[in-house]
Nanobody
Framework: QVQLVESGGGFVQPGGSLRLSCAAS????????MSWARQAPGKGLEWVST????????YYADSVKGRFTISTDNDKTTVYLQMNNLKPEDTAVYYC??????????????????RGQGTQVTVSS
């Protein structure tokens, strides 16, 4: 059982930056696809980004491409989401998710076996 704990959310003004962290308990994520997703108030869950720790391949939703960067630490136990040039429409609860077998369906959030409890990000002036 992989437990994921997100942190790093908060309140930031438009144009600001935040770095989210997702720590996995007891396991390295070397053989997992790790993703970030978000849910804005009144909206459905939206896929944001994915990293395959064992290859380093990364993928981004068009809405965040060029502003967000996903990465892992050297031990492959923590996944980060660096968010720059934040916009009010980035306001959401951000979740990390993990799965060993998601394959090319990395943006299909229903397919992930593990998901964290989320961290709130609020972008407002």
């Amino acid at each position: 059982q992989v437990q994921l704990v997100e942190s790093g959310g908060g309140f930031v003004q438009p144009g600001g930056s935040l770095r989210l962290s997702c720590a996995a308990s007891k396991y390295t994520l070397d053989h997992y696809a790790m993703s970030w997703a978000r849910q804005a108030p009144g909206k459905g869950l939206e896929w944001v980004s994915t990293i395959y720790a064992y290859t380093g391949n990364t993928y981004y939703a068009d809405s965040v491409k060029g502003r967000f960067t996903i990465s892992t630490d050297n031990d492959k136990t923590t996944v980060y989401l660096q968010m720059n040039n934040l916009k009010p429409e980035d306001t959401a609860v951000y979740y990390c998710a993990a799965d060993r077998y998601i394959g090319s369906s990395y943006n299909k959030l229903d397919g992930y076996e593990y998901r964290g409890q989320g961290t709130q990000v609020t972008v407002s002036s």
